[in-house]
């Protein structure tokens, strides 16, 4: 699986802006959660908006990184089944990552459940606003790659449609009659 193809897929830009915009929704995030976290509960308060920020686009990014990743062997035999192996692999680690983390911080004597709770929202809030703007002002084909034939029936010589079509049953109605 040397060559990858040079051609990328019509949906690689659209996941790259959303991606870029989520990294730059992500830091403002961060920020906000991170002040109104300190002013509301202190220093915990400041660490719990941020880890909620953070946790929120990680796992926003896993799926699109994940999908971008994947594009990458369009074109290849085995095409369908990498991708579909690689996106749900992203969600069986942001599956697994959920499971530690909510361990691993449960109890946690500097976590502010609720500043945690809050921020982790506004993040997946923010994260499906960043989605919705990016794909519906992103212009993409309803049938995106998919190769089209290139000779219309309209382009045949008239010959080759005689030909077709008395080799049809002579009493046979041509959907032509004006009765």
Do not use: H
């Amino acid at each position: 699986m040397s060559s990858v193809s040079p051609n990328p897929v019509t949906s690689t830009p659209i996941l790259r802006t959303a991606l870029i915009a989520s990294g730059i929704a992500a830091v403002a995030l961060a920020i906000v959660a991170g002040i109104i976290g300190g002013v509301l509960k202190g220093a915990p308060g400041v660490w719990s908006g941020l880890i909620g920020a953070l946790i929120a686009v990680l796992f926003g990014a896993i799926t699109a990184g994940s999908i971008l990743i994947a594009n990458r062997w369009f074109g290849q035999e085995l095409y369908v089944q990498l991708f579909f192996a690689i996106v749900m692999g992203g969600w069986f680690l942001k599956l697994g990552l959920f499971f530690v983390l909510i361990l691993v911080l449960r109890g946690q004597p500097w976590l502010e459940p609720v500043v945690f709770f809050w921020a982790l929202l506004a993040g997946v809030v923010v994260s499906l606003a960043i989605d919705a703007v990016v794909f519906l002002k992103m212009r993409l084909p309803v049938v995106s790659d998919a190769s089209l034939p290139t000779v219309a029936p309209e382009d045949v010589a008239p010959s080759a449609r005689d030909n077709s079509a008395s080799q049809q049953d002579p009493g046979a109605d041509s959907g032509n009659s004006l009765v």
